[in-house]
């Protein structure tokens, strides 16, 4: 069966800041500091990351699509053990690298532990990663320090650090 995730997308605004830097004659330019960008990650070395830690042996193909017409950001294929992204989800920027490993855990939920959805809830709090609708960054918080988490979701919080929960 198929199961599917769904996410909301926010609008997002950036502001440009610039300015110039007036130098006298008699001062010599300092030598520029150029802090090297950070390279970004590929998919590939990001999924390898999140799968580090998981409880079982993969067996799952995970492949990229650019997106999915119904607009969900990923699906689990349990007969052929293979699990599809959503580029467009995936590289949205407001999109965190914890909920992308909250994704790839959930995903590997259904196709690798053979999990079906949770809905239950404490205290409107979700208990499962295993729940139909993503939890947000603030749901996610919470639920690391919700008690009644299932064993499945606890192994997720246990391979978190502090800096993810911030
Ligand atoms: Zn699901």
Redesign the pocket.
């Known amino acids: 069966m198929v199961?599917?995730?769904i996410i909301l997308s926010f609008l997002s605004t950036f502001i440009l800041c610039c300015g110039t830097a007036s130098d006298g004659n008699t001062i010599k330019e300092p030598t520029p500091t150029v802090t090297a960008p950070k390279r970004l990650q590929s998919k590939a070395e990001q999924i390898e990351r999140f799968t580090h830690d998981f409880p079982v042996i993969i067996r799952t193909t995970i492949k990229f699509i650019p997106s999915f017409a119904s607009g969900v950001a990923a699906i689990?294929d349990r007969y052929y053990d293979k699990i599809t992204i959503s580029s467009e989800w995936w590289d949205n920027p407001n999109i965190s690298e914890l909920e992308r490993r909250y994704l790839v855990w959930?995903?590997l939920?259904?196709c690798e532990m053979d999990l079906n959805?949770n809905t239950t809830m404490n205290l409107h709090v979700k208990n499962s990663i295993?729940h139909?609708v993503m939890a947000d960054l603030h749901e996610i918080q919470e639920m690391a320090q919700n008690p009644k988490l299932d064993d499945f979701s606890r192994e997720f919080f246990h391979t978190l650090t502090e800096d993810d929960l911030k």
């Open positions: 199961k599917t995730l689990c959930h995903e939920g259904h959805h295993m139909p």
